[in-house]
């Protein structure tokens, strides 16, 4: 079974900081390039950041960059977004994405297994 489980999502202020993670199991633990998107209510689903399987090359959105940090446990099968200075406009759900393929990718439709996903609300 292929499943992306996300947790750590809640509500925060403006400035502060969260950190997701993102546990893989199944098929989904073989995933090269991991990801994270976000989804915010009458918006589509977007990129944040993505993840070589040797946690060498980093990709971010440039809404995040400088902001948020994307790393990965191969051992424990964890993937993690922390998200710092953390602003109303990143309000949203947050899913992790796993691709099977090596190549670093900001589409949607280009990774193969996805999370529920998790809310993340910024108050102001």
């Known amino acids: 079974q292929v499943q992306l489980v996300e947790s750590g999502g809640g509500l925060v202020q403006a400035g502060g900081s969260l950190r997701l993670s993102c546990v893989a199991s199944?098929?989904?633990?073989?995933?090269?390039?991991m990801g994270w998107f976000r989804q915010a209510p009458g918006k589509e689903r977007e990129f944040v950041a993505a993840?070589?399987?040797?946690?060498?090359?980093?990709y971010f959105a440039d809404s995040v960059n400088g902001r948020f940090t994307i790393s990965r446990d191969n051992a424990k099968n964890m993937l993690y977004l922390q998200m710092n200075s953390l602003k109303p406009e990143d309000t949203a759900i947050y899913y992790c994405?796993?691709?099977?393929?090596?190549?670093?990718?900001?589409?949607?439709?280009?990774?193969?297994?996805w999370g529920q996903g998790t809310q993340v609300t910024v108050s102001s």
């Open positions: 994405a796993g691709r099977q393929r090596r190549t670093i990718t900001k589409y949607v439709n280009e990774y193969d297994y």
């Open positions: 199944g098929r989904a633990a073989s995933s090269n390039t």
């Open positions: 993840i070589s399987w040797d946690g060498g090359r980093t």
